[in-house]
């Protein structure tokens, strides 16, 4: 992925963003924040102005308030002022750490310090190394579709109205979005040492790019806000300029090979928080891979023998029980039912605190379905939320290049699959997370700026596992059969990246070893590739950094164990990466459990 699109990738994507929390009026959730974490989000707004600056759409859906009216900064010399911006506020957050007594609010100073500078080294990489290249069609429509919401007040969405004049320019002082990016390309188009976007992720976005169009239209139709057809035709023959432009002076730039240079790529796992090196990442995983693989073909069997299926391979089973699809409305209604039956097994069990409140859960948008093809969590507000939950979203078909050709997955619309996915996305996964942090009073810093995918996958892939044994054994298998997914990402993806293995090969692994739908295993290598390389690594890399402290934990306190309390705990610290929460588990969990006093962070 470029790193230059990434800067807008908060509005372009369904990322994991977070930031203050405040008591829960409609949840009848009431927390005392603590003094530190007072103090601490105050130092965090030297960053946070800087998001609500250079990118509202971003800090609106965290829940910063007074930026639904506002847009990216796309104007000249982006990067450059950023750059600038940033490191005064990495001088200023060092000028306060200087002074700071408090142990708690000098790491979250750390970690803010830290999360700058790594942005700083993106900027300037990408300056080195890469023309700039923007995907307006997916971006403009996530920055209206974070407004138009169910879960958006109906006074608060009509500056969505608001936003798409300003993108289309017919706002006084505004030019279009889309002229100032081919403005952003063009000037570093013909610079030297830089490479191009990869040619298959310019050709994706121009084929999905009516998706967007149409998505739009059907959510200010969704809403009832009138006055949008006028600044919408605008937008939309702009959209095809630009997309004219991309065809014309981008593509010839375009590159073949989709590998990025190493240093991208390095940086690409740095940021999502896998600190192995490539090849020692591929290897471990291929390790799990083989050993995930044996525990499918032991339980296969089982299931064949009950079934009566000739078959004992656990792939030729799981091709079996693909075959009991749910279709229609029976697909929600489901996995409604699931989440109730998951709920009861966690109550039962003492796994994780549960809220009281019900969980969300909806089939994606063929607008959504095109920006993120595979089942995700969408994070509530998090800054002053009054009641807004997280939702997982449920994607049913991949669009094709092909105009008016989708292709279909299987992988989600089955029983066996439920257990796992809502496991994952729902209760005791991400869901859970984010009603912690609401709940939590977790600080910015812990909630916002010390994020990573490692973190937050891992605990997605954990829930998985923590729930398994009390799964069905047809959910045991699929349940296993996407832990061996995770791991087969962990090592198709840098192996993609130094050339080791093709695209057709890890399609082939995808489809023949994991059993995916061709539509999934696409998704998937375009995600590995192009999407967002590097970013996939970091489900199976958290949850081993997991599995490895919960093994250490049980060392250190034996019968004195508990479970509950255990993953109570690390809900509690935020998206605190692996460091970090190994730290706060060792000096203040495991002394708590054996009866000693620390000082709690909350």
């Given at each position: 992925m470029q790193i230059t699109r990434a800067l807008l990738g908060a509005i372009a994507a369904l990322s994991f963003t977070c930031s203050f929390t405040m008591a829960q009026e409609k949840q009848g959730v009431s927390h005392v924040v603590p003094a530190w974490v007072?103090?601490?989000?105050?130092?965090?707004?030297?960053?946070?102005?800087?998001?609500?600056?250079?990118?509202?759409?971003?800090?609106?859906?965290?829940?910063?308030?007074?930026?639904?009216e506002q847009i990216?900064?796309?104007?000249?010399?982006?990067?450059?002022?950023?750059?600038?911006?940033?490191?005064?506020?990495?001088?200023?957050?060092?000028?306060?750490?200087?002074?700071?007594?408090d142990e708690h609010v000098r790491q979250d100073l750390a970690i803010m310090i830290d999360n700058a500078k790594k942005d700083i080294h993106g900027i300037d990489l990408s300056e080195r190394l890469e023309i700039p290249y923007f995907d307006m069609n997916r971006t403009v429509f996530y920055g209206l579709r974070s407004l138009l919401d169910d879960q958006i007040a109906p006074e608060r969405r009509k500056a969505a109205l608001v936003r798409l004049r300003k993108y289309a320019g017919m706002e006084e002082g505004y030019?279009?979005?889309?002229?100032?990016?081919?403005?952003?390309?063009?000037?570093?188009?013909?610079?030297?040492?830089?490479?191009?976007?990869?040619?298959?992720?310019?050709?994706?976005?121009?084929?999905?790019?009516?998706?967007?169009?149409?998505?739009?239209?059907?959510?200010?139709?969704?809403y009832g806000i009138t006055g949008y057809e006028e600044p919408l035709a605008k937008l939309k023959a702009q959209l095809a300029e630009y997309n004219d432009f991309v065809r014309a002076k981008v593509l010839p730039k375009a590159r073949t090979d989709f590998r990025l240079p190493p240093e991208l790529y390095a940086y690409s796992l740095e940021r999502v928080g896998v600190d192995l090196p490539p090849q020692q990442l591929a290897d471990v995983a291929h390790a799990a891979f083989n050993d995930i693989q044996k525990e499918m073909q032991?339980?296969?069997?089982?299931?064949?023998?009950q079934r009566g299926w000739k078959s004992t391979d656990y792939r030729d089973v799981i091709r079996e029980l693909k075959k009991e699809q749910w279709t229609g409305e029976s697909i929600l209604a489901n996995y409604k039912k699931r989440i109730g039956e998951i709920e009861d097994i966690i109550r039962r069990e003492k796994l994780v605190t549960l809220p009281s409140r019900p969980m969300r859960i909806r089939l994606a948008s063929e607008a959504e379905s095109a920006?993120?093809?595979?089942?995700?969590?969408?994070?509530?507000?998090?800054?002053?939320n009054t009641g807004e939950a997280g939702e997982f979203v449920l994607p049913l078909s991949f669009p094709s290049k092909e105009k008016g050709k989708e292709q279909k997955f299987d992988d989600f619309t089955y029983a066996a699959a439920s257990w796992t996915l809502t496991a994952h996305e729902g209760r005791p996964g991400h869901e859970l997370q984010f009603d912690a942090m609401v709940e939590n009073g977790i600080s910015i810093a812990r909630a916002?700026?010390?994020?990573?995918?490692?973190?937050?996958?891992?605990?997605?892939?954990?829930?998985?596992?923590?729930?398994?044994?009390?799964?069905?054994?047809?959910?045991?298998?699929?349940?296993?059969?996407?832990?061996?997914?995770?791991?087969?990402?962990?090592?198709?993806?840098?192996?993609?990246?130094?050339?080791?293995?093709?695209?057709?090969?890890?399609?082939?692994?995808?489809?023949?070893?994991?059993?995916?739908s061709d539509a999934m295993a696409t998704s998937e290598v375009q995600r590995y590739t192009f999407r967002s390389p590097g970013q996939a690594t970091s489900y199976f890399y958290g949850y081993t950094k997991l599995v490895a402290l919960r093994s250490d934990v049980e060392k250190a306190l034996g019968k004195k164990f508990d479970a509950h309390k255990f993953h109570d705990f690390i809900l509690s610290q935020g998206l605190l990466p692996p460091n970090l929460l190994r730290k706060a588990v060792m000096d203040q969990f495991v002394p708590e459990m054996q009866g000693n006093k620390v000082a709690r962070l909350n």
């Open positions: 007072q103090r601490s989000n105050e130092n965090a707004k030297v960053l946070l102005d800087l998001e609500a600056r250079y990118n509202p759409e971003g800090a609106q859906q965290s829940g910063v308030d007074g930026v639904d990216f900064d796309l104007k000249p010399n982006r990067e450059q002022r950023y750059k600038k911006d940033l490191l005064a506020a990495i001088e200023e957050l060092q000028s306060r750490l200087a002074k700071e007594k030019t279009p979005v889309t002229k100032l990016a081919e403005a952003h390309i063009a000037e570093k188009l013909n610079l030297p040492g830089r490479i191009g976007p990869f040619k298959g992720e310019l050709e994706t976005d121009l084929a999905n790019g009516s998706s967007f169009i149409s998505g739009i239209e059907g959510l200010f139709k969704k032991a339980l296969a069997p089982k299931i064949a023998s920006a993120v093809p595979a089942p995700n969590m969408r994070p509530p507000r998090l800054i002053g916002l700026y010390a994020f990573n995918s490692t973190n937050v996958e891992g605990w997605g892939l954990y829930a998985e596992k923590i729930l398994l044994p009390y799964m069905p054994l047809e959910g045991q298998l699929v349940s296993l059969q996407f832990r061996l997914h995770r791991a087969a990402r962990a090592f198709l993806d840098p192996e993609l990246q130094m050339g080791k293995v093709t695209p057709e090969q890890a399609h082939k692994v995808l489809t023949d070893d994991v059993v995916l």
